[in-house]
């Protein structure tokens, strides 16, 4: 609880990953890449129930003994390659009791610490925003990026009076990096979508942000995760 707001936590995984399959429960510096997330969610001073969202027995039986609840079983039907991501969160806060704030965690974010969790929830009161998501500074500019036509052909991404060629020249942008979303429960009903002109963001380290796709991803993650286990 926060201000006298109660804060429901949400992590969906489901268990048809096609990148990297069955990612969600596979070992990462010894644990189920999940834990890593449940772990953190449960250190919050801010989140009064941590709950998961899947249709996958064996990663609802991981969750559970690493301590998430799991108080229903997402419906097949939404836990397709093509079902939006909002659909299994509006579907959850159909099934539990009504909380003021809720906040989305994926576990494809497991150097994701909990006080990031704790610093986007608070920045969206702080601001009285209605919904608050991590963000971080990309590797690249997309100033320097270039758009490839079918004769190979090379034309800026993005364009201006000038182009910038030393880094402290552009702009500082800023793009998501999945770890935290947060939002005022009735509002994200009504908006169905953390992504409005009216979320702000929370800026999280780069070295916090690894979104974990491909196989490549999952190896980083366990050599960062065992360097900060000493």
Request: with cysteine.
């Amino acid at each position: 609880m926060i201000d006298g707001k109660t804060v429901l936590a949400i992590i969906p995984a489901r268990g048809g990953s096609k990148g990297v399959p069955r990612k969600n429960i596979r070992e990462v510096a010894g644990k189920p890449l999940i834990a890593w997330t449940i772990e953190e969610a449960k250190k919050s001073r801010y989140i009064d129930q941590t709950i998961l969202s899947s249709e996958d027995d064996e990663i609802i039986s991981v969750a559970r003994s690493w301590g998430c609840e799991v108080p229903f079983k997402r419906p097949p039907e939404l836990a397709q390659d093509d079902t939006p991501g909002i659909d299994p969160v509006l579907h959850a806060l159909s099934q539990v009791s009504k909380y003021d704030y809720i906040v989305l965690l994926q576990p494809t974010s497991p150097l994701r610490k909990a006080e990031d969790i704790d610093g986007c929830i608070h920045t969206c009161l702080r601001l009285s925003a209605n919904a608050c998501v991590s963000v971080t500074e990309p590797d690249k500019s997309p100033y320097w990026m270039y758009k490839v036509d079918d004769r190979k052909r090379m034309s800026l991404l993005l364009t201006g009076d000038s182009f910038a060629v030393r880094r402290q020249q552009l702009p500082k942008v800023y793009a998501l990096n999945g770890a935290v979303y947060v939002a005022k429960s009735e509002w994200i009903q009504a908006k169905k979508s953390f992504l409005t002109d009216e979320t702000v963001a929370y800026i999280m380290p780069k070295e916090r942000s690894i979104d974990i796709d491909t196989e490549f991803d999952l190896k980083v993650a366990s050599i960062l995760l065992d360097s900060t286990q000493g």
